[in-house]
């Protein structure tokens, strides 16, 4: 390497560093269009003294053929050039060996895996092995379709290459239904892959999950009360005329604006009247569960009874209008207690499907 590049590289952001830091914002265009545009929108967000890590989309992976694929290699110059204007680090989205290969020849200082490449084993392999060995963080997105051990398979893939996977990001799931939502955000799904990988850094792109400006906001502060670390948000100087995502994208003016009204929330304090009646609730929390399940044990023990009931007058395990009349009364209470009549569906499945069992284990015998 040459002196003056080690030089910069030694100067540049430490990007383990800025990880570190909460809130983390990612922004900058879904895709670079020109050196004008990306230089513009980084050196402004910038400004914001609010954006932790620049973004851009430089190869775009476009449902139909024809469409804006993104502007490839130039592209890099610029985010370059963006970075070092702004002492910023930067971000773009790799999903082939090249991709990779490239980003790391124009220092990029992260990289992630889009919903499109988390979804399909072959290219995930291809790019885990391209990162093999490489100090780059990366982060990976959920998968387009809500399949959770895809995701999963996705981060031990790059992990099992020797690479440095850093942080999930939760873009939201594309579903049959239409909705508010352009992909819908199952936050469950999330927080379950959190439990997975405690040590990774879990960021919600509201861009995404959005599809439009108007819940931005909302999504946002969804996701910081539920504990997220931060957000990969989509931001260009122009964006009524952004040649992808138009619709998405805000103004680096309007993204300062929004965290400002954000309410930042920590996972912890060191305040000990809030701590010890937090721990009073979650006491309670923690004899009620066992006690549901003490109660889900009883309840059990019936349904084997009626097992050898019904075993012993042969009679078929299943009788549906007895099912639904349950099933009718059980909505009707979980609404008197503020229970959702979805829960109560979910739940009630689940009673029954672990009530057959036993009682099938039951006729067996
Ligand atoms: C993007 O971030 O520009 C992008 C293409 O996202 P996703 O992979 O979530 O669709
Ligand atoms: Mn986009």
């Known amino acids: 390497m040459k002196e003056a590049e080690k030089l910069t590289k030694a100067n540049g952001p430490n990007i383990l560093n800025v990880l570190s830091k909460r809130p983390l914002i990612i922004s900058g265009p879904c895709s670079a269009e020109t050196e004008e545009q990306l230089i513009s929108t980084a050196v402004r967000l910038a400004q914001t003294g609010r954006v932790n890590v620049i973004r851009a989309g430089i190869w775009k992976p ?12 130039s592209g890099l110059s610029w985010l370059l ?5 702004t002492a910023l680090p ?3 989205e790799v999903a082939t060996a090249k991709h990779v290969e490239y980003s790391l020849q124009f220092e990029v200082d992260m990289l992630w895996v889009g919903a499109r490449t988390t979804v399909n084993p072959f290219s995930m392999q291809e790019v885990a092995q391209a990162l093999h060995g490489v100090q780059t ?3 990976v997105k959920n998968p387009v379709n809500p399949d959770l051990e895809l995701w999963a398979g996705a981060v031990e893939r790059i992990a099992c290459c020797g690479a440095k996977v850093m942080g999930l990001v939760l873009r939201g799931f594309s579903t049959f239904a239409s909705g508010e939502y352009r992909n819908q955000p199952m936050w469950h799904l ?4 959190k439990r997975r990988f405690p040590e990774l850094i879990m960021i919600c792109d509201p861009s995404h999950i959005c599809g439009q400006r108007e819940s931005l906001q909302k999504v946002i502060q969804h996701s910081i009360d539920l504990g997220f670390d931060g957000i990969m948000i989509e931001s260009h100087i122009d964006p009524k005329n952004a040649w992808s995502d138009a619709n998405q994208q805000i103004t680096p003016a309007l993204l300062e604006q929004m965290l400002n009204q954000i309410i930042w929330r920590k996972e912890s304090t060191p305040e000990q009247a809030f701590n010890i009646a937090l721990e009073k609730f979650r006491e309670q929390i923690t004899q009620l569960d ?3 399940i003490s109660l889900l044990g009883q309840r059990m023990s019936i349904a084997e009874k009626i097992g050898q009931f019904k075993r012993d007058n042969q009679i078929t395990i299943l009788q549906a209008n007895r099912w639904n009349e349950i099933i009718a009364r059980a909505k009707k209470h979980g609404e008197m207690v503020g229970l959702s009549t979805e829960f109560i569906s979910r739940y009630m499945d689940a009673v029954h499907i672990e009530s057959i069992h036993h009682q099938n284990q039951i006729m067996n015998e």
């Open 290 to 292: 066992d006690y549901i």
């Open 137 to 139: 963080p990366v982060f």
């Open 62 to 73: 476009r449902t139909h053929p024809g469409g804006f694929e993104g502007v490839g290699v």
């Open 81 to 85: 050039k963006a970075k070092k204007l």
């Open 90 to 92: 930067t971000t773009v």
């Open 190 to 193: 999330a927080i379950e892959m």
